[in-house]
């Protein structure tokens, strides 16, 4: 079963710091594209950072400045270093990865995969 499992969030004072992480894991052939994405209720889900395969990276314009995405090929995992929060990114927090997987002896075409989510509240 291939899965993203994310961690690292938690309650943070404004102008703090956390750093996310989510691990892909199971029986990957390639990962491509690794992003982190945000929702609070009653709003659409929305990209925060992507990083392509190559390490080309895209950011919100709301985080520029403020949040870097990084990613370990050799461990599947994609990092969001973020630094001086503010309470409008309190937000479920959700990493998302292109992938191709295994099935059988197969491999099948590049889909998308998402982590659960990981709570993050900016507040004092």
């Known amino acids: 079963q291939v899965q993203l499992v994310e961690s690292g969030g938690g309650l943070v004072q404004p102008g703090g710091s956390l750093r996310l992480s989510c691990a892909a894991s199971g029986r990957i052939f390639e990962i491509n594209a690794m992003g982190w994405y945000r929702q609070v209720p009653g709003k659409q889900r929305e990209l925060v950072a992507s990083i392509t395969g190559g390490g080309s990276t895209n950011y919100a314009d709301s985080v520029k400045g403020r949040f870097t995405i990084d990613r370990d090929r050799a461990k599947n995992m994609v990092y969001l270093q973020m630094n001086s929060l503010k309470p409008e990114d309190t937000a479920v927090y959700y990493c998302?990865?292109?992938?191709?997987?295994?099935?059988?002896?197969?491999?099948?075409?590049?889909?998308?995969?998402w982590g659960q989510g990981t709570q993050v509240t900016v507040s004092s």
């Open positions: 998302n990865a292109a992938m191709r997987v295994y099935r059988g002896d197969y491999v099948l075409r590049t889909n998308d995969y």
